[in-house]
T-cell receptor, first 117, second 114 residues
């Protein structure tokens, strides 16, 4: 079964600093996708960034980048120039493509990030 | 703007009641999902569906069932609610084949079973 591990339950970062949120995964599939989501205190789930298992370049979206190390099975999220609005819960997730059709997303337990002045 | 709508934001039910949580998407997505979110456990998949009338068990299906009679609607049913089903329930949808497409989530239903 697929498994996502986020070992940092909580993180603090100073405003304007960069922060790395860790994510490791376990799968025997060759084709998979990795996602990061942000969940502010309002509860909505906001899609941030995606990395496909065959993508050779690390994904970037604005201040978000994904440090993808396939051999180590890690997909860390890097947030540059942190802002107070980045304070939220962050989830790493992996998409599994199913042989019978369809797909499903398995989530880690999340990292609570707090940005301080 | 594309949307996944969950019928209730907050719900309080009694133990033993049959509970229906409704989810509707307007994006013509084939795949729909029900998750529950609990502190320290992240999101766990209850059931999913990749086509009308199709349903697949997720990681924690016990005590739940689902219905998908139309493409846009995916219902989660608690046959006999119990206090350990008190949780936040999130519905999501996604199209088939677009691998870099994020799952779109509803705003969640916080269910309390008393």
């Amino acid at each position: 079964a697929q498994k996502i591990t986020q070992t940092q339950p909580g993180m603090f970062v100073q405003e304007k600093e960069a922060v790395t949120l860790d994510c490791t995964y376990d799968t025997s599939d060759q084709s998979y996708g990795l996602f990061w989501y942000k969940q502010p205190s309002s509860g909505e789930m906001i899609f941030l960034i995606y990395q496909g298992s065959y993508d050779e370049q690390n994904a970037t979206e604005g201040r978000y980048s994904l440090n993808f190390q396939k051999a180590r099975k890690s997909a860390n999220l890097v947030i540059s120039a942190s802002q107070l609005g980045d304070s939220a819960m962050y989830f790493c997730a992996m998409r599994e493509d199913l042989t019978g059709g369809g797909n499903k997303l398995t989530f880690g337990t999340g990292t609570q990030l707090k940005v301080e002045l | 703007d594309v949307k996944v709508t969950q019928s209730s934001r907050y719900l309080v039910k009694r133990t033993g009641e049959k509970v229906f949580l409704e989810c509707v998407q307007d994006m013509d997505h084939e795949n729909m999902f029900w998750y529950r979110q609990d502190p320290g456990l992240g999101l766990r998949l209850i059931y999913f569906s990749y086509d009308v009338k199709m349903k697949e068990k997720g990681d924690i299906p016990e005590g739940y069932s689902v219905s998908r009679e139309k493409k846009e609607r995916f219902s989660l049913i608690l046959e006999s609610a119990s206090t350990n089903q008190t949780s936040m329930y999130l519905c999501a949808s996604r199209p088939t084949g677009r691998y870099n497409y994020g799952y779109t989530f509803g705003s969640g239903t916080r269910l309390t079973v008393v």
